[in-house]
């Protein structure tokens, strides 16, 4: 078991430096405007303002995106516009923002992203199944660099459905496949559990009150 984990331990690694080398927009600083992201997210918000909200069909939470790397979001924002992410109404909404549009969503709904804390991280026992995810996700659920999701208090739900979908193809990543076919589904759940529970921990932007009232 221990070989196992620290192959898997250095497989991650690689995998990681592997996404850092590409592509060139990843590595250029984020440009955007939290102004003109809180005024085109009307839609976003329907979904994403809403604590608890969860996807119909399939059902499952609805991603906390409050501390997430707007980078990320914005990374992914464009795996749902070119298709490498599946969800129909994901991609309708993608597909019609530019990538100005994008960057500015995101540093709307990220707000002050999370930061990794040396310290706490030492704190922190991830579970034995989660050896393949500490090098890109960290102990402590903060992704290592911008372009790698924070993990930390997102919906237990939400982390295994993810899974999965790179398991299933729902989600086409060679990285992500390669990590989440070695994942047993019993371990994708301690994954999920480990990392839902830490804590300063991802929110939910709530729509303002101001915006509800202006819809009807």
């Known amino acids: ?80 516009k070119n298709g490498e992410r599946s969800h129909m109404t994901m991609h309708s909404q993608a597909a019609s923002l530019s990538e100005q549009d994008m960057a500015d969503i995101a540093v709307f709904f990220a707000g002050k992203a999370l930061q990794a804390s040396a310290p706490a991280a030492a704190a922190n026992h991830p579970p034995a199944a989660a050896a393949l995810c500490v090098a890109c996700h960290g102990a402590d659920g903060v992704g290592v660099v911008p372009q790698y999701p924070t993990l930390a208090g997102q919906h237990q739900d939400y982390l295994v459905r993810e899974l999965a979908e790179y398991k299933n193809g729902g989600r086409r990543n060679a990285v992500m496949a390669g990590m989440a076919n070695q994942v047993k589904d019993a371990d994708a759940d301690a994954i999920a559990a480990y990392y839902s529970s830490l804590k300063p921990s991802l929110q939910t932007l709530e729509r303002p009150l101001t915006f509800l009232s202006s819809t009807h």
């Not at 303002?49 to 914005?74: C, D, M, T, W």
Request: charged share 10%; net charge neutral.
């Open 1 to 80: 078991m221990a070989s196992w984990i620290r192959s898997g331990v250095v497989t991650a690694a690689l995998a990681c430096a592997a996404l850092q080398a590409t592509p060139t927009w990843a590595q250029e600083a984020l440009h955007g405007d939290p102004v003109h992201g809180k005024a085109i997210s009307y839609t976003c918000l329907g979904c994403h303002g809403i604590p608890g909200y969860r996807n119909a069909f399939p059902n499952y939470s609805v991603p906390k995106l409050e501390g997430q790397h707007p980078e990320y979001i914005v990374a992914a924002l464009q795996a749902y």
